[in-house]
């Protein structure tokens, strides 16, 4: 069955239980209900990119009724920041050869989607920890933050779309500015878990490490280099790190192929929570080697 209507059968069920159990009740349980719902086993991207803003919008609006909820404000964070990336971002570097006004519009709204699972997120880790933004802007290390286990997904979210926005804002000086914040709350999480995503937290230290001004490029690749390690060779997400992280700025084209192809042969089994991570990276390793000549 379609996501959407799946989703308008669980409102629908739900809401016809109104008259005889307590609103907080049903909100509860529709917050449960979709923060389960995950989109990591479906590979049929097309079908994904119609089904997610429906569902997007409608784990928002059940968010906003219960916001310390942290498993759907998570899943809140991780669907804007995917769907940006994913159908969003990608679509702009895709057409741009094209059709560059398109492709600054489509930039425009990817980062407005960001700072979106950007917010979200960071509501939901002050609403845990009051005080935990401004612990996190403090100049003084003795009053920095610490995080939970339980809190490192919504950290990883947060910081990765603070990520993304910043990288696709960079005339707005304000929203550049918080790149150390974003490095700052990535370290934090991987400091609580370190192993956390099978390595995707680790590959954003270093695609941190390796964009951020006066940023270490042994020690990005050495970040990099640990998380492929960390995926245990199940992910395409680290390799696509290292090849758009160390490699192409590196200048070295053997490698950048090399990750790549590493990264399209990756196969994942049936119902595989990375089976839409996967392919994600796996479509936009395609794309990058057939550009390889005009990026090197």
């Known amino acids: 069955m379609h996501k959407a209507g799946l989703a308008c059968l669980t409102l629908a069920a739900l809401l016809s239980l109104a008259a005889c159990t307590p609103r907080q009740m049903i909100v509860d349980n529709l917050a449960d209900a979709l923060s ?124 990765a779309a603070w990520g993304g926005w910043i990288s696709l804002s960079k005339d707005d000086p304000d929203v550049v500015a918080d790149l150390p914040l974003a490095v700052r709350l990535a370290q934090l999480a991987w400091a609580a878990d370190p192993d956390w995503g099978q390595g995707a937290l680790t590959g954003l230290l270093g695609s941190f490490e390796a964009a951020r001004p006066g940023g270490s490029p042994a020690l990005a690749l050495a970040r990099f280099d640990q998380a492929i390690a960390q995926s245990a060779g199940r992910s395409a997400g680290p390799l696509l790190g290292k090849a758009e992280g160390h490699a192409l700025p590196a200048g070295d084209r053997a490698l950048f192929e090399q990750l790549l192809r590493q990264a399209l042969a990756i196969r994942e089994g049936a119902d595989s929570p990375l089976a839409t991570e996967n392919e994600v990276m796996r479509q936009r390793a395609a794309w990058l080697l057939d550009k390889a000549d005009d990026l090197f």
């Not at 009724?65 to 669907?79: C, M």
Request: glycine letters at 8%.
């Open 36 to 159: 389960a719902q995950g989109a990591g086993g479906e590979k049929d991207l097309e079908l994904l990119r119609d089904a997610a803003p429906f569902h997007l919008k409608l784990s928002e609006s059940i968010l906003r009724q219960n916001p310390g909820h942290r498993p759907l404000a998570e899943s809140v964070a991780a669907g804007f920041t995917q769907y940006a990336y994913a159908f969003v971002a990608f679509e702009a570097d895709r057409v741009e050869v094209r059709d560059a006004r398109a492709a600054e519009r489509l930039r425009a709204r990817a980062a407005r989607l960001y700072e979106r699972a950007q917010r979200h997120a960071m509501r939901a880790l002050e609403s845990a920890a009051p005080g935990f933004g401004a612990a996190l802007a403090a100049g003084d290390e003795g009053r920095r933050p610490t995080l939970s286990r339980e809190r490192v997904g919504l950290a990883y979210w947060a910081a």
